[in-house]
Structures are given as C-alpha cells and as structure tokens.
C-alpha cells in the first residue's frame, strides 16, 4: 500500500511510568495491577486525578474528578504524585526505539506517536510483525506496554489504537471502518468533544456510525464547518501528512497554578510567575522555537478570572525575558484582590535558529542561551530540582521551578 501509518500510545501514561520507575527502584508492588492513581497535591488544591488504572476504571474513577470523589468511590484508592520529569524522560526514551524504525515520526503528545511507514514495503514486508516488534521492545526495555492502531491515515489510526486495552495491535483500513468503527460510541469519535456529544444526541446520532450516514448538509446548518469535519472523520476521511520532526507542533505554551494560599502580595505574586515563566521558558526551547506574544491570567479568590497579553517587538525564548513581560502585564492589570490562580501563556512561536537583537538593548543573550541550555541540560537528567534559583530557597515556592537568570546563578554565569 502506498501509506502505512502507526499511533502508538502508552497505556494509562503517567501511571504505567511511575509503576515502571517504582519498580526499578526496588518496589514489589506494581501500580498497575491495583485501583491507583497519578493526582495532584490536595493541600496545594491540585487535588484531581490526572490518570488512573486499569482495576481503577472498575470504580468509576474518573480523569479530572477530585481525589476526594475518587477515595469515595474506591476507599482503599493509592494515589501518588505526578514526576513530569519522569513523563518526559521516558517518552524521550520510546522515542529513541521509535528512531530506529523510521525517521518520519510526529511526537503528536507526550505519550503518543504517528509513525510514517509509507512506500516502505521492501525493508518491512510484514506490518503486524514490524508492530509486534517495537511493541515487545518498549514492553522489554523501558518496562511499559503501549497500543498500536495501524491504517493509511493518521485519523484511522488513532481510532485503531484506541480500541481494546492494553497492550495490543489493532487494525483500521478503509474497509473495516463500517464493522470496528461505526458502533462505537460517537463521542470515541475525534474532535467529539463535551460540548459536541449533546447537540449529536439531540439530533439522534448515537454512534459513530449514525454521524457517518447523516445529512452532511444538516450538519453544516448545526454545527457549522465543525459538522463537515466530524462527518469526514466518521467516514475515515483525513488527509494530513505525518510531519517529519524532533518536537511537537504546537501552536501555544501554557503553565498556570492553582495557589495554596491567596496571594496578597505582589512580590510573592511575582515569584509564583516566576516559577511558571520558567517551565514555560524550558519547553518553549525544547520546542526549538522563539515566541512573540506572551499573556499573564489571573483568577481571584472571588473566582473572577481576567486576563492581559503583550506582543514583542523582538521574538525571544528567554525566561527571564518573558518573566519581565509577564510582571509588567501584571502590574497593569492586578486589582489588588487576592490571588487564587496565575497562569503564562506564549504564542506566535518562530524557529530559534537565529536570534535577533535590539539595538536599544544592552542585555547579553549569548550569555543567557548559554545558562539556559545548561540548566535545561541538568534539570532534564537529573530532575527539576537539581538546579535551583536561590528566590525561592526560603519562599516555599521551590517545588514550582525549571529555567534561569545568571543573577540568581552567579558561579554558573562565571563559568559560563
């Protein structure tokens, strides 16, 4: 065939990582074989559940309930801590395997992949056992299991790898879409989202197959465009390309946190922005990208939420560039009400190739790429916290940093 495209996604991500990471640090007891979950800090007022089990599912639990609900449900419920460090050093790792299969790979989240073995048929004859390989070698080396859906387009694909769980391979060409696809649910459907489902039920489409044999004209007139896109989807029709490239396309970065206390203060309120700029600066240049647009948001203990961006006249992928935004952003817009939840957000990116310089600016971005990529470097291998910014030592903010500033490094930026 002239496309042959993987989805390959991790089963139950974040927990299938830290029962992997347990394991090998000596622990009997797998996470994956017990109602358990990956929740935020309660205290922190993070309390969610970000990712559950298999045996969890059993009880109903649900991604994005609160923990609380969750220990209702199931009382004798295990929850632990999210290691994003962890998520991101493990999908670096199946990336890796993945690389030696083909180069044509879109990295479409953290942990699933679109696989291009496209006019491919002469170094592999046999498509399930190329599957069934990498499969066993993630499952063998890196100690977790993922799905594999395999189809000519992306769409197809990912529908297949969403099919029965875990651990399995899952076929979806053109002709078996009318029997493995159209009596599934329609909100198994991509881009069927909440807000969607509601208005396909009031128009009796209940599966997937329902929205594939319905007026595409009817459709348009309810949901717009959107209804085209759906019903093209239902039918299997997608055409996008698996984009060649190392880093995810995106077309935003966004960190944000709900505080454990109200803020009042607009020192304290610009070490927690801080804190943000810098997890937001890290992946903006592992994107290998430079923003233009940098917004600051801010929900008050009243619950009203507001908001201000900024567009630069110079594109940057500096943290402490960003943080002297986000704080003049603040500063302009803060009522001075107390603060429950700040949040950063980039856009506009462009390629971080080359980087341009004002000619009003006195600032020296060699020196500051140089700290970055270092600290990125560390934090990368050896964790969040291996690098520090001194700000924060004694604030009880340091569970909430990632970038850098040479001032708060001084031997660093000496050496450097």
Known sequence: ?????FHIDVNSAYLSWEATYRLQQGEKLDLRTIPSVVGGDEESRHGIVLTKSIPAKKYNIQTGETLYNARVKCPDLVIVPPRYWLYMQCSSAMHEIFLEYTPKIQRFSVDESFLSFSNMENLYSDYMELAETIKERIKKELGFTVNIGI??????AKVASDLKKPDRIHTLFPNEIKNKMWPLPVEDLFMVGRATAPKLHSLNIKTIGDLANYDVEILKNKLKSHGQVIWNYANGIEFSEVRKSNSIEMKGIGNSTTIAFDVEDKEIAHKVLLSLCETVGMRLRDSQNCCTVVSVSIRGSDLIFYSRQKKLSVATDSTRKIYEVVCYLFDNVWKGNPVRHLGVHITDFCGNDFYQ?????NFNYEKDRKINRTV??????YGSKAVVRSCFLHSGLSSMCGGVGEEDYPLMSSLL
Request: aromatic share 0%; hydrophobic share 45%.
């Open 1 to 5: 065939m002239d496309k042959l495209i």
């Open 376 to 381: 990125d470097a560390i934090r990368l291998k």
């Open 151 to 156: 189809s000519n387009n992306k769409l197809l």
């Open 357 to 361: 310089c004002s000619l009003l600016d």
